[in-house]
């Protein structure tokens, strides 16, 4: 699908850019670099819970998975196509303007998510997703 791109921060100190390590004192990632933000959240999901279920006509949205597993479902309103992923800690979640999204908890989450536009709740659209689980 087009407009859901899915990547995994590279574990290294030795790049610029968007990166991830581990070290003794603990881990340190750099989820966003040279980008324009004008939205920033944080939020938990547990198992069993989802988040999501809307689009936007405008916001294009990222989200980085700080620890935990989620399964996310994602459909282009222009096309109808259909796609299913499950992303853990350390994945980047890029989803373009009209793709409806809904993330399901697998295990306790904690996601960063994060726009070069501003939330704005009359750009937000419901879809009704069939499942809940």
Request: aromatic share 12%.
């Amino acid at each position: 699908m087009n407009k859901v791109r899915i990547e995994k921060l590279p574990e290294t100190r030795e790049i610029d850019g968007a990166k991830r390590w581990v070290e003794e004192k603990g881990e340190f990632a750099q989820i966003s670099y040279g980008e324009v933000l004008r939205h920033l959240a944080v939020f938990e999901l547990k198992p069993g819970f989802w988040r999501g279920s809307h689009y936007h006509q405008e916001k294009e949205e990222t989200f980085y998975v700080i620890t935990g597993r989620m399964r996310g479902v994602c459909i282009d309103m222009d096309t109808e196509e259909r796609a299913e992923y499950t992303v853990t800690k350390g994945d980047k979640i890029h989803i373009r303007p009209r793709c409806a999204h809904i993330f399901y908890g697998l295990e306790d989450a904690l996601v960063v998510e994060y726009s070069p536009q501003k939330y704005d709740k009359d750009d937000t659209f419901k879809v009704e997703f069939e499942e809940r689980s």
